[in-house]
C-alpha cells in the first residue's frame, strides 16, 4: 500500500514562489500516475496538474500554466509542485494523488476519482 506525505506549504504573498513535496512510501514512484489538487475553502477539489507514471507526459490546469511544475525525483521518491508567481486566489489545501489508471489522458488525469491513494494534504496561503 502506497503511502503519500505532503510538505513544503506555507504563508506567502503574491508574486513568490513555493515549492511543494509529496513524499511516497510503500511503493516507488513509477509505478503510479502522480497528481497534484487544491481545494480552497467551501469549493470542490480542483485539479492542478499530473504527471504519467513514466514522467513523459504531464498536463495542468489552465489557470496554471506557465506557472506550475509538475515533476519528480526517482531517487527520493517523490514528486513535486513548482509554483511561481503565486496568487491569492491559489489559496487552498494541497493535495498529492497516485493513481495505476490504465488511461491517462487530459480527462482522466484530472478526475479526482480516478485516483485511489491521497495524502493529508498541506495548507498554501497566499496573502499580502
Known amino acids: 500500500q502506497v503511502q503519500l506525505v505532503e510538505s513544503g506549504g506555507g504563508l506567502v504573498q503574491p508574486g513568490d514562489s513555493l515549492r511543494l513535496a509529496c513524499a511516497v512510501s510503500?511503493?516507488?514512484?513509477?509505478?503510479?500516475?502522480m497528481a497534484w489538487f487544491r481545494q480552497a475553502p467551501g469549493k470542490e477539489r480542483d485539479f492542478i496538474a499530473g504527471l504519467y507514471w513514466t514522467g513523459s507526459t504531464s498536463y495542468y490546469a489552465d489557470f496554471v500554466k506557465g506557472r506550475f511544475t509538475i515533476s519528480r525525483d526517482m531517487a527520493k521518491n517523490a514528486v513535486y509542485l513548482q509554483m511561481t508567481g503565486l496568487k491569492p486566489e491559489d489559496t487552498g489545501v494541497y493535495y498529492c494523488?497516485?493513481?495505476?489508471?490504465?488511461?491517462?489522458?487530459?480527462?482522466?488525469?484530472?478526475?479526482?476519482?480516478?485516483?485511489?491513494?491521497w495524502g493529508q494534504g498541506t495548507q498554501v496561503t497566499v496573502s499580502s
Open positions: 510503500g511503493r516507488t514512484v513509477d509505478n503510479y500516475n
Open positions: 494523488a497516485a493513481s495505476q489508471m490504465p488511461r491517462f489522458d487530459s480527462t482522466t488525469s484530472s478526475t479526482a476519482s480516478e485516483y485511489g491513494h
